[in-house]
């Protein structure tokens, strides 16, 4: 793929006794979503705080946009927009004024008004910090880690917190940031979040990568086998040995992929042939939800 925006090579850092980052390595191209998914204490805060230049390394090399991020230089700091939550911003400014006044700060700015409509706040524009709803201040935070324009941005847990039809919004909002060429550093629990909106995803569980690819494909996904689940009423026939009864009374078989279209078949011909429905008939590929709790052993957002 294109330029290499970030650049992680063995990296490592203990805390004392600690290894926290046990010698990982990835690269982020230049426009795409990469996202870091893991359990609580995987590591991902302690490597998203390397490459931001907040934490020191232990060991590697890393590179953000072509600088040591440790050295903290500001043409670094200039191209990188970091969110932060809602910290100091002056509750009386409005919208506009407190995106323009961060805007100063910057020797290249994008314009206020495309700002503001990138992460939808268009309506809200003349409104005082202090009267913008919770999902609203995170979207200014967002405008403001936009207001310098930068190339690579960094959104940790975007979405943490918010109702379902924010996040959806906050999501276009990611989408809209693609669009106007940014790349995107993404941590994220939510497995839909990052399904939605990666690229590229990297599993992290006890200070190592276990697994690096698209959401579609991680982990063989695409190789793994379907589920079909399906409900009889009381009193119908047997269905076969392939098939298991679940404790919900629901029935459920597993299929290799490649085989899903002729089960399907085969199932609801037999289902057919004896004047049975096939109550929430359900085929599901497995999620990447699936894919990480195999990967990393442990429960969705713990
Ligand atoms: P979460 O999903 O909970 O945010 P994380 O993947 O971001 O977790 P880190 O915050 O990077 O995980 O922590 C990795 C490990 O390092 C944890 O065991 C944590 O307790 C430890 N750790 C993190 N920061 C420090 C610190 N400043 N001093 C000592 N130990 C730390």
């Given at each position: 793929m294109g330029e290499r925006v970030v650049e992680v090579r063995d990296l490592r850092k203990s805390y004392g006794e600690l290894e926290a980052v046990r010698g990982i390595s990835f690269n982020v191209d230049r426009g795409e979503v990469f996202a870091m998914l893991g359990p609580n204490g995987a590591g991902k805060t302690t490597t998203t705080e390397i490459l931001e230049g907040y934490r020191t390394r232990g060991a590697g090399d890393v590179r953000v946009l072509g600088h040591d991020p440790a050295k903290r230089e500001r043409a670094l700091k200039e191209r990188v927009g970091i969110v932060l939550q809602s910290t100091g911003i002056d509750p009386f400014l409005t919208v506009t004024e407190t995106i323009e006044m961060y805007a100063g700060y910057y020797p290249s700015r994008r314009p206020t008004e495309e700002v503001i409509e990138v992460v939808g706040l268009t309506e809200k524009r003349?409104?005082?910090?202090?009267?913008?709803s919770g999902g609203q201040q995170r979207r200014l935070d967002v405008a403001i880690a936009l207001a310098g324009d930068p190339e690579l941005l960094f959104l940790d847990e975007?979405?943490?917190?918010?109702?379902p039809g924010a996040r959806r919004n906050a999501w276009e909002v990611v989408k809209n940031l693609i669009a106007i060429g940014k790349t995107v550093f993404l941590t994220t629990h939510f497995m839909d979040e990052a399904q939605y909106l990666a690229d590229r995803v990297v599993v992290i569980a006890d200070g190592l990568i276990v697994a690096e690819g698209p959401p579609a494909s991680i982990a063989g996904r695409e190789q793994m086998r379907t589920r079909i689940r399906f409900r009889l009423h009381d009193g119908a026939p047997d269905p076969g040995d392939r098939v298991h009864r679940l404790a919900d009374g629901t029935h459920e078989l597993q299929v290799e992929a490649g085989e899903t279209t002729k089960t399907v078949h085969d199932l609801t011909g037999w289902a057919l042939d004896h004047g049975l429905e096939l109550e929430a008939l359900e085929i599901t590929l497995p999620t990447l939800e699936d894919v990480y709790l195999q990967l990393t052993g442990s429960e969705v957002g713990t």
């Amino acid at each position: 793929m294109g330029e290499r925006v970030v650049e992680v090579r063995d990296l490592r850092k203990s805390y004392g006794e600690l290894e926290a980052v046990r010698g990982i390595s990835f690269n982020v191209d230049r426009g795409e979503v990469f996202a870091m998914l893991g359990p609580n204490g995987a590591g991902k805060t302690t490597t998203t705080e390397i490459l931001e230049g907040y934490r020191t390394r232990g060991a590697g090399d890393v590179r953000v946009l072509g600088h040591d991020p440790a050295k903290r230089e500001r043409a670094l700091k200039e191209r990188v927009g970091i969110v932060l939550q809602s910290t100091g911003i002056d509750p009386f400014l409005t919208v506009t004024e407190t995106i323009e006044m961060y805007a100063g700060y910057y020797p290249s700015r994008r314009p206020t008004e495309e700002v503001i409509e990138v992460v939808g706040l268009t309506e809200k524009r003349a409104t005082r910090v202090n009267k913008l709803s919770g999902g609203q201040q995170r979207r200014l935070d967002v405008a403001i880690a936009l207001a310098g324009d930068p190339e690579l941005l960094f959104l940790d847990e975007p979405t943490t917190g918010f109702d379902p039809g924010a996040r959806r919004n906050a999501w276009e909002v990611v989408k809209n940031l693609i669009a106007i060429g940014k790349t995107v550093f993404l941590t994220t629990h939510f497995m839909d979040e990052a399904q939605y909106l990666a690229d590229r995803v990297v599993v992290i569980a006890d200070g190592l990568i276990v697994a690096e690819g698209p959401p579609a494909s991680i982990a063989g996904r695409e190789q793994m086998r379907t589920r079909i689940r399906f409900r009889l009423h009381d009193g119908a026939p047997d269905p076969g040995d392939r098939v298991h009864r679940l404790a919900d009374g629901t029935h459920e078989l597993q299929v290799e992929a490649g085989e899903t279209t002729k089960t399907v078949h085969d199932l609801t011909g037999w289902a057919l042939d004896h004047g049975l429905e096939l109550e929430a008939l359900e085929i599901t590929l497995p999620t990447l939800e699936d894919v990480y709790l195999q990967l990393t052993g442990s429960e969705v957002g713990t």
